[in-house]
């Protein structure tokens, strides 16, 4: 195992290992998810975007979302797969759940 040493503003440490511990997980445990993830994906699992920017388009779109969502359920090993998914659609902005598999 190596260990990882990086300055995280307290505050943010502090929401982050709440949440984390209200899932059951160590922090180390999230950060080693975000770094599998980010490794299997080459690049960050979510978009990197400036929140500050004015948008003239979705921020995602719904193909990608399905590209994701199947790539995630395909995965051998996946342990516990989620059988659907919840989002905002951007075209409605209403909450829309779609299947991932079969039930």
């Known amino acids: 195992m190596a260990t990882i040493s990086a300055r995280i503003d307290e505050q943010l ?3 982050a290992e709440q949440i984390a511990e209200s899932i059951g997980l160590s922090l180390s445990t999230v950060i080693n998810i975000f ?3 980010f490794t299997a994906e080459r690049g960050f ?4 975007i400036d ?5 003239k388009t979705p ?3 719904l193909n990608d979302l399905d590209q994701t969502v199947n790539r995630a359920i395909s ?3 996946l342990k516990n797969p989620a ?4 989002f905002i659609d951007p075209t409605t902005n209403e909450l829309t759940t779609k299947m ?3 039930e």
């Open 13 to 15: 440490k502090n929401e």
């Open 35 to 37: 770094l599998k993830r």
């Open 45 to 48: 699992p979510f978009n990197v």
């Open 51 to 55: 929140p500050t920017a004015d948008f």
């Open 59 to 61: 921020l995602f779109n």
């Open 75 to 77: 995965k051998p090993g």
């Open 83 to 86: 059988k659907h998914i919840t």
């Open 100 to 102: 991932t598999g079969d």
